[in-house]
């Protein structure tokens, strides 16, 4: 008799937890992941880099780039002041370059006080190398020509980098890559 009491228990609790089975996966309907998310954004970075602060650098990571047909665009500022708004004493000069990774097939144009879609428009990169580190690991550095800054007045230059990732690359290899862009301003006293 007390087998049988004891049955009975384990087949309630059995049809007990089936049922409570039953209704949650029935409110929780399953996922169907046949859709596709696309971000579209245009960042306004409200960085300004400070050419007399020593090794400033700033960094982009590009998390969730999809391929598209608009640029990503990014702005930022360098100028002759410090965080506190101290002009600089001394004329000085300025080298940009922004290093990326190399993970995706990404095309950068950048643009110094002027709007990038003027037709008359110039894109100011020089230099385009892609180069391996002392640890094996490829960078890309981009680079500019130099630019000089008085110490009479407070002088600010705004860039604009647009970085293309094309429509062609929409393949599921690109979608777990992650790109990164380092701005760097290495500045120095102009005797």
């Not at 960094?59 to 930022?76: C, D, Q, W």
């Not at 100028?79 to 290093?99: S, W």
């Not at 006080?113 to 037709?119: A, K, R």
């Not at 690359?169 to 777990?176: L, P, R, V």
Request: proline share 3%; net charge negative.
């Amino acid at each position: 008799m007390r087998i049988r009491q004891k049955n009975k228990r384990y087949v309630i609790v059995i049809v007990f937890l089936l049922l409570d089975l039953l209704v949650i996966s029935l409110m929780l309907k399953p996922s169907n992941a046949r859709y596709e998310s696309v971000a579209v954004s245009d960042t306004e970075l409200e960085v300004a880099l400070y050419a007399l602060e020593e090794d400033d650098d700033y960094t982009i990571s590009l998390e969730k780039m999809v391929p598209r047909e608009n640029p990503y665009v990014y702005r930022f500022t360098v100028t002759n002041t410090d965080k506190n708004g101290n002009l600089t004493d001394v004329r000085l000069f300025y080298d940009l370059k922004i290093i990326t990774t190399t993970n995706m097939h990404l095309t950068y144009k950048l643009y110094k006080n002027e709007n990038y879609l003027s037709p008359t428009a110039t894109n100011i990169i020089n230099l385009d190398i892609v180069a391996a580190d002392g640890d094996g690991t490829f960078f890309r550095t981009l680079t500019t020509s130099r630019v000089y800054f008085g110490f009479n007045t407070i002088e600010t230059n705004e860039y604009t980098l647009l970085v293309y990732f094309p429509e062609s690359f929409k393949n599921s290899k690109y979608q777990d890559l992650i790109e990164s862009i380092q701005i760097n301003i290495d500045s120095q006293q102009a005797v």
